[in-house]
């Protein structure tokens, strides 16, 4: 059974551009989370999408947003980047909401110069 | 809020020294504490959880006990190996599923010396 699949794995960008983060769940796994992780801030929630809708968002602007499609594939966007933008981007799924276990990706590499 | 603290490192450890790593937590209610393993360039692997007080999770050698009352998830193991050599995080997920995401401590590097 494939695990998530995160593309893609290491990304460059410059201030100011958008950029377009892709993650497939395993098989089966309808909600898809993300996450961002950066040595100063450690791991921080960004978003969780379930059947196509958002959950909840966590602490971060509007310049991050998601979506997730009907086969539960789900695509992240950082408009206009910023420097601090640059971080390891994680994708985790599980199966549904009452399930715990998450699954998570390698993650993308972001940075931004 | 909610929050996770545990000791950063990096810990050095000799190979089959004890292995413990301090994880305390804020947190209303009644969490579900987890800790995740993460080795170099990969993602997050779920190591083990426990979901109420008292309970006592294991994997692979690997033990934490979730302490209501210290508000502690301390891993252990009691022979560590060089293959042990990773980062790992102690982290929560509130009550309901887990919408709000999993707050997590900021990792403790692991580094065990043949």
């Known amino acids: 059974k494939a695990g998530v699949t995160q593309t893609p794995r290491y990304l460059i960008k410059t201030r100011g551009q958008q950029v377009t983060l892709s993650c497939s769940p395993i098989?089966?796994?309808?909600?898809v989370s993300w996450y961002q992780q950066t040595p100063g801030q450690g791991l921080q929630f960004l978003f969780e999408?379930?059947?196509?809708?958002?959950?909840n968002k966590g602490n971060f602007p509007g310049r991050f947003s998601g979506r997730q499609f009907s086969n539960s594939r789900s695509e992240m966007n950082v408009s206009t980047l910023e420097l601090g933008d640059s971080a390891l981007y994680l994708c985790?799924?599980?199966?549904?909401?009452?399930?715990?276990?998450?699954?998570f990706g390698s993650g993308t590499q972001l940075s931004v110069l | 809020g909610d929050s996770v603290t545990q000791m950063e490192g990096p810990v050095t450890l000799s190979e089959e020294a004890f292995l413990t790593i301090n994880c305390t937590y804020t947190?209303?209610?009644?969490?579900?504490l987890f800790w995740y393993v993460q080795y170099p360039g990969e993602g997050l692997q779920l190591l083990l959880k426990?979901?109420?007080?008292?309970d006592k999770g294991s994997n692979k050698g690997f033990e934490a006990t979730y302490r209501k009352e210290t508000t502690s998830f301390h891993l252990e193991k009691g022979s560590v190996q060089v293959s042990d050599s990773a980062v790992y995080f102690c982290?929560?997920?509130?009550?309901?599923?887990?919408?709000?995401?999993?707050?997590f401590g900021k990792g403790t590097h692991l580094i065990i010396q043949p």
């Open positions: 985790a799924s599980r199966r549904d909401i009452t399930n715990e276990k998450l699954f």
């Open positions: 098989s089966g796994h309808r909600s």
């Open positions: 999408y379930f059947s196509e809708t958002q959950r």
């Open positions: 947190a209303t209610g009644y969490p579900s």
């Open positions: 426990a979901t109420k007080a008292d």
């Open positions: 982290a929560l997920s509130k009550e309901g599923g887990g919408a709000d995401g999993l707050t």
